[in-house]
Every structure is written in C-alpha cells, then in structure tokens.
C-alpha cells in the first residue's frame, strides 16, 4: 500500500539526524538565494533536518550577519542551527556537504593568472580546513569559478577526501541546455532528458544532444528527430548554452544566482538520493580516463548517482563532431591545471 505523505507528516515519523552544510561565500549573491532553498529541503528532501554553516570573509561578516538574522526571522521547520563565521576551521567542524561559493572575482585590469593565484591559495587553504575537521566522508561541490580547477586544487591538498567525493557545478549548464531544446520545441523542461556537458565550466563546454530525447505521449524520441535542424543543434544551440552565463551578467548586470544556486541543489540532491532511472546528469568529476578523456583532470560527464554514489555512463557512441569538442574543452583544463600549478610555486 502506497504511504500517504500527510498522513506521516500528522503522525510525525521519527526525525532523522541534521545534516551539516557548509556553504562558503555564503554572503554573496549564491548564497544568498541558496541558504534558504536548503533549509527548505531543496537540497537534501523535505524530512531531512540541516545545520547550516556559513563561511565568508572579514568584510562580508556584517552582511553575513545579516543573512543569519533573516534565517532566524524565516523560522524554517528544517533547521536546526546557524553559524555564521568568518574562522574557516570553525565553517568545516563536522560537515557533511561542503558548497563551495566563495572566491575572489575578477577585477577590471586583472589578468587571467592573477585571479587564479588568488582562487589557488583560497582553495589551497579551504582543503586544508575540510581536510581536517569535515566529515570524513565529506561531499563537496565547488560552484566557484574556475569551477573545474578550484576543484582540483582543493583535490590535490585534501588527499585523504576520497577523490570521488569532490566535484564541481556543470549542472547549471546541464539545466540550461535542457532549457533550450524546450523553449525550441515547446516542450516542458520536465520531458526533456539526458542532455550532456562535457568538459569545463567555461566557454569552452560541450553540450551534446546527441543521446538526448523527449518524451511524447508516453514515448521518448530523439532529441535530434524532433528538432530537425543539425545546423542550429550543431552552432547556434551550443553557442547560447556556452555563453549563457554572460548574456544573463549582460542582462541583470549580475552573474547568474538563482539558477545557479537551484542547480547546486540539483546536483547534491542528485548525488546524495540518486537519479531517477533512465536519466543522467552532467558533474564535474574527477576524470579516470574515460571516453580518452586524461585522468587527473576534473571535468565533466554524464553521471548517474545510486546511493551517494556517482558513475560515468559508459558506452556512449562519440562522433568525430563531438570528439573534438570534447578533447578542445579538456585542452583548456590541461591549460589550467598548469597554469594553477605555476601559481603555486
Ligand atoms: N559553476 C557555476 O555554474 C557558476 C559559478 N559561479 C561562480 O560562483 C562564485 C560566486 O558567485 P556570486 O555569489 O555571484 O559572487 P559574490 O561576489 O556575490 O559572492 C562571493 C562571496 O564569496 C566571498 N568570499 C571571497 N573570498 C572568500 C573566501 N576566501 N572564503 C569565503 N568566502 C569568500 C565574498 O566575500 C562574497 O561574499 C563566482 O566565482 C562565480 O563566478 C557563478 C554562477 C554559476
Ligand atoms: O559566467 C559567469 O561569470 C558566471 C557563471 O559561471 C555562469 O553563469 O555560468
């Protein structure tokens, strides 16, 4: 017999234990929009209790402040604790998912390198703290640009983090191009499916529809049948998904936040309750060589999660099309994992 959820909400069920997420940055505008979508159960489902961990730097520690006394002013029936914190060790103690938002941005004037020497040594720092007093089965998912190396970086000096536990947001991305086939086609978002990202959370991204459908009438067709326009799939589609970020800072005179804090969700939601069968997503994980892909690298690929646990789809058919956009987009990671390495020395 089907359990009736209101029945179980009138009849309480036992309370599972809070789990604690970190959110770093959390004074910024991701963070603003994602503090009160997780304590929502947007993140980890509706039953599951949260403490929430807020880390941001000095000259944030008034508006984090801030973001605190509205979490308590919304009273969410989910959470069960703030803290609000400037002290990284503090933000890490005990956490169980770690989002990571905070960075520097890039200021006019500065070069490619200065801003990833800044991320470098934040990131360097963060993995040490995570390292030491987080869970240790920690899950962390960095959002910070550049995404994929913030990633690695935190990766390589967090060695005893199990690899597998520390990815980087190319669900947005992911969301955005299953956005534009069901503008395209009229459509509901809902019915369209594994659409992948491969690579970097740069403009150097693939989206590949070629394993995407729909589903009709009960039926799931071909992405590609259903549009039947190769050119606008193969130029004008990949090119809005690419520079999706910038045309929303062009139109809001802001980086994108909302989606981009509904996709972090999307993504821990996905990893830690699984993905519905049938159904892959895009995360930036750490390569194993797949689909000729470097191992060492994280980038992105079609994951489906099972139990906290993700796994690369295997056996996707890859043309010479898409083989080359896959390899141009890792060539820019492999650009800047050097570039980040020289940072460090
Ligand atoms: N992967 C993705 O899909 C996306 C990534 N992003 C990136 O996410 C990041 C955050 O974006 P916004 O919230 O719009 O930026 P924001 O500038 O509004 O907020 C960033 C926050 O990080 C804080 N911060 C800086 N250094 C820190 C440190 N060492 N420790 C803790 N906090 C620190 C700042 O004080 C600030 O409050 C940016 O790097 C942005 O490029 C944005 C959209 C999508
Ligand atoms: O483009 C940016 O700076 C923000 C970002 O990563 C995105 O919106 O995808």
Redesign the pocket.
Known sequence: MATDPLRVLVTGAAEKEPVTVLI????????YALVPMIARGAMLGPDQPIILHM???E??AE??KGVKMELIDAAFPLLKGVVATTD?VEACKGVNVAVM?????RKEGMERKDVMSKNVS?YK??ASALEQHAAPDCKVL????P?NTNALILKEFAPSIPEKNIT??????HNRALGQISERLNVHVGDVKNVIIWGN?SSTQYPDVNHATVTTNGSQKPVRELVADDKWLNSEFITTVQQR?AAIIKARK????L??AS?ACDHIRDWVLGTPKGTWVSMGVYSDGSYGIQPGLIYSFPVTCEKGEWKIVQGLKIDQFSREKMDNTAQELIEEKSLAYSCLN
């Open positions: 770093t940055g959390a004074a910024g505008q991701i963070g880390l941001d730097i000259p944030a508006a984090l990284v938002v905070g960075g520097f941005p934040i720092a963060q960095v959002v910070a640009n995404a980087c947001l190319t669900r947005l991305d959370h970020g802001l980086s994108s936040a989606s981009a996709s």
